[in-house]
């Protein structure tokens, strides 16, 4: 296969939003279970992945595979950051232990 052609391949790919909620969906639910319930951080991803869908559509096309999920991470990231500041409770930080368990930056 010609360079050429497999790279019109590549550039067709684009971010799949179920590989995408795979990876955050568990990783959100350990950062946020010390604030929330389960069900209030499942009601918090619908409305992230909902605000997330309204965003996708307005991310720049980019050449490179990695570079298009780095764009759509960088809206997922504004919508978890729009949805969070919309919510009524506070984050307060867990104990240095559980970050560290959970490899989360330590802020």
């Known amino acids: ?33 010390h604030v929330y319930s389960n069900n209030e951080v499942d009601d918090l991803l619908e409305i992230t992945w909902a605000r997330y869908a309204d965003l996708a559509p307005s991310v720049p096309s980019q050449e490179t595979l990695g570079a298009r999920f780095m764009v759509h991470l960088s809206a997922l990231t504004i919508a978890m950051y729009e949805v969070r500041m919309q919510s009524k409770k506070e984050l307060i930080l867990p104990p240095r232990g559980i970050v560290e368990k959970l490899r989360l930056p330590y802020v």
């Open 1 to 33: 296969m010609p360079l050429s052609m497999l790279s019109k391949q590549v550039k067709a790919i684009q971010p799949d939003v179920t590989s995408l909620r795979t990876l955050l969906d568990p990783n959100a639910h350990k950062a946020l279970q």
